[in-house]
């Protein structure tokens, strides 16, 4: 009974911290202009991530962060990638990758490890394949689904945002994730410019959009492997006509 309560009281006493370090961190993420925060469990995917399987382990804890697209840019895409888009797009990755790094070294003065994950460093554009799945950490943070744009679906904001994360062994309050939501609507579908986007959306096919994306960059549109039309098109369900 004793050790009942005095487990009890450790359990009560390690959440008062997480919460306390969520409040904390999550202050320094708006600061530097971040839209969105969320913290996820990550003991159960670890294993997938691309990086040294000891390394992974270290950490038990994985921040999502991430920033608003702007709507006037997306607008200007029709049916493929152009210039001021893959400007905004690499400015946005800037604006990401530092952002995580000062959320991290935050992180790390306050006496934990904290490794941050660069928001587009592909392993392997085939399978676009990152170190770490943003949008699965996201979604675990419950920031929002995995559309079938096979991009993570905000209820807010759709997909018009991009994502970075940060992993730590921070004591952390957490999340839980959520399940598809995107219902009978299909924009994403009709517009996809690699016929890539099924109804189910088990049925992506990673084939045809990055064969897609390649084509556009062969043609000199973009100087990366990027599209953004189904970003354009998932605004948010409180914008859905």
């Not at 009560?12 to 969105?36: D, H, P, Y």
């Not at 096979?150 to 970075?164: H, K, P």
């Not at 994360?165 to 579908?189: A, I, N, Q, R, W």
């Not at 990055?210 to 062969?218: A, D, I, N, S, V």
């Amino acid at each position: 009974m004793l050790l009942t309560e005095g487990y009890i009281v450790f359990k009560m006493k390690l959440m008062q911290v997480e919460k306390r370090n969520f409040i904390t961190v999550e202050k320094c993420a708006l600061e530097q202009g971040f839209s969105f925060f969320g913290v996820a469990d990550i003991t159960s995917c670890r294993k997938n991530f691309n990086i040294d399987p000891k390394t992974a382990a270290r950490y038990s804890r994985g921040i999502s962060l991430g920033k608003k697209l702007l709507n006037s840019v997306l607008e200007t895409i029709k049916d493929q990638p152009n210039a001021l888009y893959f400007h905004h797009y690499r400015q946005v990755n800037f604006f990401l990758d530092r952002g995580a790094f000062l959320v991290a070294s935050f992180i790390q003065d306050l006496g934990y490890n904290a490794l941050p994950i660069a928001a587009s460093q592909i392993i392997d554009w085939e399978k676009q394949i990152a170190h770490v799945s943003h949008k699965k950490v996201a979604q675990l943070a419950g920031l929002g689904w995995i559309g079938r744009n096979n991009l993570l679906v905000n209820s807010e904001s759709g997909s018009r945002f991009r994502l970075v994360t940060v992993l730590t062994d921070m004591p952390l309050e957490y999340g839980e994730p959520l399940p598809f939501s995107c219902k009978d609507c299909t924009k994403c579908v009709s517009v996809c410019p690699a016929g890539a986007i099924k109804e189910d959306p088990n049925n992506f096919d990673h084939r045809a959009c990055f064969e897609k994306l390649k084509e556009f960059r062969k043609r000199g549109l973009v100087g990366q492997y990027i599209c953004g039309v189904c970003v354009r098109e998932c605004s948010g369900f409180n914008r859905l006509s």
